[in-house]
């Protein structure tokens, strides 16, 4: 579904177009109406969701991303931990929450599971 694939969408820590990168790198969740969805943001202009993989683009505030062969553009906010997704082919803003940054070695946690508290 390409609303939730969306939810990838995130900014890679160099991104083009932007004067400073912006920290988003890591780990990011957005609660869904089939449940919690774990974005990855990668140091590569890349984004993963559980298996699949997008390349994206940033000019100013807005996020470009690839989807087969068309480039699909949605507005961002980034305020502290938490990162605000609108337009597109998004019907309401979409809010993801950094659940964890890069290790020291740069690379996004991917491997870590976020622990969920009831």
């Given at each position: 579904m390409r609303v939730l694939f969306f939810l990838l969408i995130l900014l890679p820590g160099a991104l083009l177009g932007q004067q400073a990168p912006l920290d988003i790198e890591g780990s990011w969740r957005s609660e869904m109406i089939d449940g919690p969805q774990t974005i990855v943001v990668h140091g590569d202009s890349t984004v993963s969701?559980?298996?699949?993989?997008?390349?994206?683009?940033?000019?100013?505030?807005?996020?470009?991303?690839?989807?087969?062969?068309?480039?699909?553009?949605?507005?961002?906010?980034?305020?502290?931990?938490?990162?605000?997704?609108?337009?597109?082919?998004?019907?309401?803003?979409?809010?993801?929450?950094?659940?964890?940054?890069?290790?020291?070695?740069?690379?996004?946690v991917a491997e870590r599971k976020p622990v969920m508290s009831t």
């Open positions: 969701f559980g298996e699949e993989t997008v390349r994206i683009r940033i000019a100013a505030d807005t996020i470009y991303v690839l989807f087969g062969d068309e480039w699909v553009g949605y507005n961002f906010e980034l305020h502290g931990e938490a990162l605000t997704l609108s337009g597109g082919d998004l019907a309401d803003p979409v809010v993801l929450t950094r659940i964890a940054r890069p290790s020291s070695g740069g690379a996004p």
